[in-house]
């Protein structure tokens, strides 16, 4: 009969590298998902935005508000994870949540011009495919690691 020793500290310093290496990727599978989710949602948003229309020779062109829109600061919270995403168009909120026109003397009165809801809409669209999103990026993290 053979005696087989084993060290228990190799061990459990394995055990401990082969969980700090699944932190990591499942670090990195949720960062990619955030960055997945994200830009779907860039991708929606752009696409509800309206483009100004200007005259053909006024030099002007429109999408500058469309163009707007970018993402920033990726980091992990309490929660799990966070991503914004914002336009820094100085009129994007009066494009999103509506506004008053201005008045002139010889002009039509104020009126009431209603928001396009552009956000909002794309939040609401984003809540219902979230799990399609995340599911195509589980299964490229799948694939990657049986390559790997």
């Known amino acids: 009969m053979s005696k087989i020793k084993v060290n228990t500290r190799d061990i459990k310093r394995l055990q401990q590298s082969l969980e700090l290496l699944r932190d990591k990727e499942v ?8 960055r997945a989710l994200a830009a779907e949602f860039i991708r929606s948003v752009k696409k509800r935005t309206p483009v100004g ?3 053909p ?13 970018n993402l920033r600061n990726l980091h992990k919270t309490e929660d799990g994870y966070e991503i914004e995403i914002y336009n820094d168009i100085e009129y994007a909120s009066f494009v999103e949540h509506g506004h008053m026109t201005r008045s002139s ?3 039509p009165p104020p009126r009431w011009v209603e928001g396009r809801h552009m956000l909002k809409n ?9 799990e399609e ?3 195509k990026e589980l299964l490229k993290f799948l694939d990657k690691l049986k390559l790997g």
């Open 27 to 34: 670090d990195r599978l949720m960062r990619a998902s955030v």
């Open 53 to 55: 229309k200007h005259p």
């Open 57 to 69: 020779n006024s030099g002007k062109r429109g999408g500058t508000l469309r163009r707007g829109w």
């Open 105 to 107: 003397p010889d002009g």
């Open 122 to 130: 794309t939040g609401t669209e984003i809540t219902f495919r979230v």
């Open 133 to 135: 999103i995340l599911e």
